[in-house]
Nanobody, 123 residues
Framework: QVQLVESGGGLVQAGGSLRLSCAGS????????MGWFRQAPEKEREFVAT????????DYADAVRGRFTISRDNAKNTVYLQMNSLKSEDTAVYYC????????????????WGQGTQVTVSS
């Protein structure tokens, strides 16, 4: 069983940057595709980014492409989300998740989730 813990969220001004971390425990993440999702108040949880087990394949939601970068350090059992040029519409709780099968763009394809970390962007 995978346990995931996110950190790095906070309050930032529009145009600023944050780096989120997702640390895995109880099991290595090195053979798992990983993803980041976010959920704004009164909205559905939505896909943000995904990375293959070795980091060779990455993809992003259109809303964040060119501003966010997903990466991983398998030696540290950690996945990251570097967020630049933040906008007010990026305000949400951000979750990392471990993929278990199916399309990497759907939350139903991920079986293990962290508790989330709040990102608030002030305009």
């Amino acid at each position: 069983q995978v346990q995931l813990v996110e950190s790095g969220g906070g309050l930032v001004q529009a145009g600023g940057s944050l780096r989120l971390s997702c640390a895995g425990s109880r099991r290595t993440l090195s053979d798992l595709r990983m993803g980041w999702f976010r959920q704004a108040p009164e909205k559905e949880r939505e896909f943000v980014a995904t990375i293959s087990y070795n980091g060779g394949i990455r993809d992003y939601a259109d809303a964040v492409r060119g501003r966010f970068t997903i990466s991983r350090d398998n030696a540290k059992n950690t996945v990251y989300l570097q967020m630049n040029s933040l906008k007010s519409e990026d305000t949400a709780v951000y979750y990392c998740a471990a993929h278990s099968g199916g399309t990497p763009y759907s939350r139903s394809s991920y079986s293990y989730w962290g508790q989330g970390t709040q990102v608030t962007v002030s305009s």
